[in-house]
């Protein structure tokens, strides 16, 4: 059986790592949310948070799907969860499946180890830091 490892990993810049820290932290005890960006088509090296209007409660946070300049650059999103549990949620299943390939969930305290990496399908998957 072909396995998922057959795509290439997805990397991300440390600096972009250290942002979504900064941006959870801000954000808690709320959710935050946020779009990946890479710099170029094909690439698996995410290197930009891009920036959405979003609604955000203690468990959930919501995009306004509308609003969502989606290109071919935008490969997938980032939110947060204020408990130490990075586990997808059914409504973060739903959100992977429908926007992009790679999907973070940060967890509470938002350290750069706090962070798991999921597919469109919400299996977990690798992330390496460039
Ligand atoms: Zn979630």
Redesign the pocket.
Known sequence: MPSSSASPPWMIRASVLRDISLVAQKNHPN?FIALLGVGEKSSHVVSELVYVPFESGRT??GLYSELIPFDELVVGTV???PSPSAF??D??LNVFSRMGRVHL?IAYPYSPQSIRAYSSKGKPISLRTV
């Open positions: 959710e959930f946070s939110h947060s969860h997808p949620s409504a973060d969930i």
